[in-house]
């Protein structure tokens, strides 16, 4: 199954507004499709010695398109122009910032705060650059889990892709800058007996700085899943993979260190962990998450975001004692995997998580925290001895609004993605800037084509200049068993 973003998924009705919509322009590019072929790695594993085996989806298909869709919330797009569009009025050549609308601007409103509707490069804030969904071989259900970028500006994607019915591989997209894809791969789990009955999936992807690429997930061995930590070329081979030894588990976290050391956070039917493997794949060493109390032990821990920074592996989470409801935690481990400390994030309302982590000019750390069951969410920020400083900030999302993704942006701000209840049965994938005193500079939903779409949003990644990526899967509520994974790159 094909299916594009026309028939699917208009990319004019892909970013809904939730204010005014600015002025903008359309342009379309055709996507590549390439498939790269794998290679059979060796697994050693920390108890397992297995082999995992990379496979070319080459019967996978990808549309990519490419749209100015725009919007603005508290910002203007600003056109100081005469009748016929000219828009320097003074003798100084034209220019971003001068707040006249010239050519090769999208908008310019004359300031230089960035978000506020039109950004400092004159790109409307939230703009789509590109956009492109992914379908498997068989067009099943398929989703992207995890994006990040490159260091020379592609899109790394990873998530699952059906093979045959209910069961899947862990796969891997690789987009170039201009969202035509390059390659995708699926890899397949190391049990024959599962090779068409397993559920193996792809968690976390980056890139290292020799261009090689990590992914963490989970893969079916002996009946069980277990987290996976693969080593792939720049062009998608496989050289290596581990599977994480003792109890089953899947990936949920992913963190790299600049000489290839990998921190992997899993989450598992006895507790939480966290495995490091060196860069050619060597076990290094493995740390258990505690519970809050002697009963509990293990048991209910799950570290959702991993930070690596000058003072150590920051991991961020929940935890459950066996009587009680979640606890949001955040712990400092040092670069052999000792605890520094563990703390709770503030007593307050029930059921607690850390979502995301973010290092701050200040060397602080930046914490997503959903409570209440996910129905609120704050802003909190901790120094490197685990003390809360500065003002919890409520972020007003609103009713039914679940966040599940933060990335830090310039400007102090960050941008936030997640998923919209609007009625049972459906959802509404959504993006949106806020501020750090939690101010919110504009959102976006992308319904699909509602009602007869759902989306649902996975992760977001920043490229540490002026793109977002963000990932997740579009589905027919009517027709739970077809399902295509979706990226888009826009402007924060």
Known sequence: MHMTWSSRFPLVALLAVTTATACGKDSGSDGGDDSSSGS??????????????????????????TTATTATDSGTADSSSSAEGSSSTTDAPPA????????????????????????????????????????????????????????????????????????????????????????DTSIDGPDPDNAESGNDTGRRVAELGDGTLRVAG?????????????????????????????EPGRA???????????????SGTVGGRILAWSGDGAPQWSATIPGNDVACMVACARPRALLLTDDGLFAGGTRTPLAGDPDAFLALYDDAGNEQWIVDVAAAPTNQEIIELALLGDGSVLALVAIDGYQDHELRTFDAEGNEVGATVDLELGDDTFAVSMVLVPGD?????????????????????????????????????????????SHLAFDGTARVAAAGAVFDPMNQSVADAWVLVFAP
Do not use: M
């Open 96 to 183: 971003c910032g001068d707040g006249n609308l010239d050519d090769g601007e999208i908008c310019d409103d004359g300031n230089d705060i960035e978000g506020d509707g039109c950004n400092n490069d004159c790109v409307e804030s939230g703009s789509t650059q590109w956009s492109a969904l992914w379908d498997g071989p068989v067009g099943g259900v398929d989703w992207f889990d995890g994006a990040s970028f490159t260091a020379q500006g592609d899109v790394l994607v990873t998530g699952g892709v059906e093979i045959v019915a209910d069961a899947w591989d862990l796969v891997v997209v690789r987009y170039d800058g201009a969202g035509t894809l390059v390659w």
């Open 218 to 246: 989970s893969q079916d061995s002996g009946g069980n899943r277990r987290p996976y930590l693969g080593a792939l070329s720049s062009d998608g081979d496989e050289s290596w993979a581990q599977l994480g030894g003792g």
């Open 40 to 65: 059979t790695g060796t697994t050693a594993s920390t108890t397992d010695s297995s082999a995992s085996t990379t496979v070319s989806t080459s019967a996978t298909t990808a549309t990519t398109a």
């Open 413 to 457: 701000a960050v941008v936030i993605g997640g998923y919209i209840i609007p009625s049972p049965g459906t959802n509404e994938a959504w993006i949106g800037r806020y501020d750090l005193d939690g101010t919110e500079r504009w959102k976006h939903s992308l319904p699909g084509e509602a009602p007869t779409t759902s989306t649902y949003f």
């Open 252 to 266: 949920t976290a992913l963190a790299l260190a600049g000489d290839g050391t990998a921190y992997v956070g899993i």
